[in-house]
């Protein structure tokens, strides 16, 4: 069990940071901003100012937010000596890697795009890794999810497949990291974001009027809603759901969010309601003046801005009327 | 220009026969012209339609595609789409209307086969309905190439036959019939010049 006490450098480092994340004023003023300009204008103000001046044009803006990202997790990294908290958040960049180098191997592609640099394994190995050679340095457990994903897709020809064997694989390694670090906030944070997830996934194929099979593959471990409930309720109209989690913790979310869903057709309200929730645990962050929570609560919140920036920017790029993005954003940390 | 013809009744004969083929060929011509118009703007007419409703489509599709594009890191898109997992041949036969062949495009889509080719952790649940639009509006848009592309040819069609129906009613039909104006009238005058000669070759012979 880790201390409080382990994370007194870091919490304090976090404390200072958490203040320059950005606050729900900066966000309306992005939001009611007319172009393009005027939010670069926003932003430069902001932590964000260094990432957006190297910018050649406004459409590479994901590229200053990945900097802005990977700033953030050295920065963690430099005061913490145990770097499983940081890996908890990152280790979805790396799978993600994974897949691009699974499917450019398919395709027969020597030099993938679309790698992310956020990721803890280098990005070179895991292209080694793709062309097949044996001494990549690469952990054995990505490893062999590879090369799980691989022989099904040879089996199968189908790259549904790869993401649904590696998305897998990526939270049963999440659920034995949680264990290691053995810290109730982690597994519960972990576990929630299982949930909301497995609940969206059933409701989606639902939509496309998947099987049984895709549903058993598709749902993730490390959730408290046992695979069962959902297999029962897959047959069942989506109303009867809502019903049955009416008593959850997740009865908010899933009450306005699947009801919307329902009704109009989109699912933005339950995406956005199920991040809120997400942040809504990790806020336990702010409150505790030092520990995991502060730690992980500040990378999680980071995400999350991201996430609120890119709503933000693909909007304003793309002139959507204020009330369609304001629909999709989330709520802020501080 | 005049046709260049010696004035003798051979000539003449050939002459009026080919006026009688000219006028009769810019009848036919004159008939279908008027009928592929008619064809045309029925097919235009369709075709307007179909693509205002294709780009108000579009326009929907478009948006929500970037709607879950917003959702999701740029090259998490890019992973999730990178192979496709449904497919469309196209079959290219032809079809006439009023001897204009217009192709005919047959979709065959692969049945029952998964449209969605990523995984749900981490992608957003707008991309389904995204890729589902943008699927749905393939066949629309295979059939708007068909109805444009035959109207194209339609109207490549109509001028042809216009310049033809044109060249036959204001060139070829007056310069025969004017032709044959002159040859009458030349063969005419050659009568009445060797009437008249005849009369003084008479009065010559009377006199004497």
């Known amino acids: 069990m880790l201390r409080d006490e382990e994370f007194l450098y870091a919490s304090g480092r976090i404390k200072v940071l958490e203040n320059r994340l950005l606050s729900r004023s900066v966000i309306e003023r992005v939001l009611e901003a007319e172009n393009t300009e005027a939010v670069l204008r926003v932003l430069s103000e902001t932590d964000y100012a260094p990432e957006f001046e190297e910018l050649e044009s406004v459409y590479d803006f994901e590229k200053a937010l990945e900097n802005s990202m990977r700033k953030t997790l050295n920065t963690v990294k430099e005061s913490l000596k145990d770097h499983r908290i940081v890996r908890f958040f990152t280790l979805k960049y790396d799978y993600h890697n994974l897949k691009v180098i699974a499917k450019s191997r398919i395709l027969g592609v020597d030099a993938p795009e679309n790698l992310s640099n956020l990721g803890d394994v280098p990005v070179d190995e895991l292209i080694k890794l793709g062309k097949g050679e044996g001494d990549a340095a690469v952990p054995e457990t990505m490893k062999a999810a590879f090369e799980g994903a691989m022989r099904l897709f040879e089996e199968t020809r189908d790259p549904q497949q790869i993401d649904l064997f590696l998305d897998r694989a990526l939270y049963e390694e999440l659920v034995e990291l949680t264990k290691k670090i053995g810290h109730e906030f982690l597994k519960d944070y972990l576990a929630a974001s299982v949930d909301l997830i497995n609940i969206k996934t059933m409701v989606r194929l639902k939509y496309m009027e998947s099987d049984f099979r895709t549903l058993e593959k598709s749902l993730l471990p490390g959730g408290t809603i046992e695979p069962a409930f959902f297999e029962k309720y897959f047959q069942e109209p989506l109303q009867s759901l809502v019903e049955a989690l009416s008593s959850s913790r997740y009865s908010g979310v899933v009450k306005e969010g699947l009801e919307n869903w329902i009704s109009t057709g989109s699912p933005a309200a339950y995406e956005k309601l199920s991040d809120d929730f997400l942040l809504g645990i990790l806020k336990k962050g702010i409150y505790k003046p030092f520990g995991l929570e502060t730690v992980a609560g500040y990378i999680g919140a980071k995400e999350n801005e991201i996430k609120i920036l890119r709503v933000l920017m693909v909007g304003k790029i793309n002139g959507i009327s204020e009330d369609v993005i304001r629909e999709r954003l989330r709520d802020v940390y501080v | 220009m005049e046709i260049r013809a010696n004035p003798n009744r051979m000539e003449l004969s050939r002459l009026k026969r080919r006026l ?115 699927s749905a509006m393939l066949p629309k848009m295979l059939k708007l190439a068909e109805f444009e592309k035959a109207c194209q040819l339609m109207a490549d069609e109509i001028e042809k036959t216009r310049r033809r129906v044109n060249a036959l009613e204001y060139v070829l039909i007056p310069q025969l019939e004017n032709t044959i104006k002159y040859i009458t009238m030349k063969l005419d005058e050659n009568e009445r010049s060797s009437r008249t000669r005849l009369m003084k070759i008479k009065e010559m012979v009377m006199q004497e």
Do not use: C, W
């Open chain 2, 20 to 134: 009688v083929t000219a006028k009769r060929g810019h009848k036919l011509l004159k008939d279908k012209q008027d009928e592929l118009i008619k064809k045309f703007i029925d097919m235009v007419k369709q075709n307007k339609a179909l693509r205002e409703e294709v780009e108000r489509e579009l326009v929907a599709a478009f948006q929500s595609f970037t709607m879950a594009r917003s959702q999701m890191p740029a090259n998490v898109v890019e992973e999730s789409l990178m192979i496709p997992t449904a497919k469309v041949s196209i079959d290219i036969k032809k079809s006439n209307i009023m001897s204009v062949n217009v192709p005919r495009i047959e979709i065959s889509m692969e049945e029952g086969k998964n449209l969605y080719p990523y995984g749900f952790a981490g992608t957003s649940a707008e991309m389904d309905s995204a890729i589902r639009t943008l």
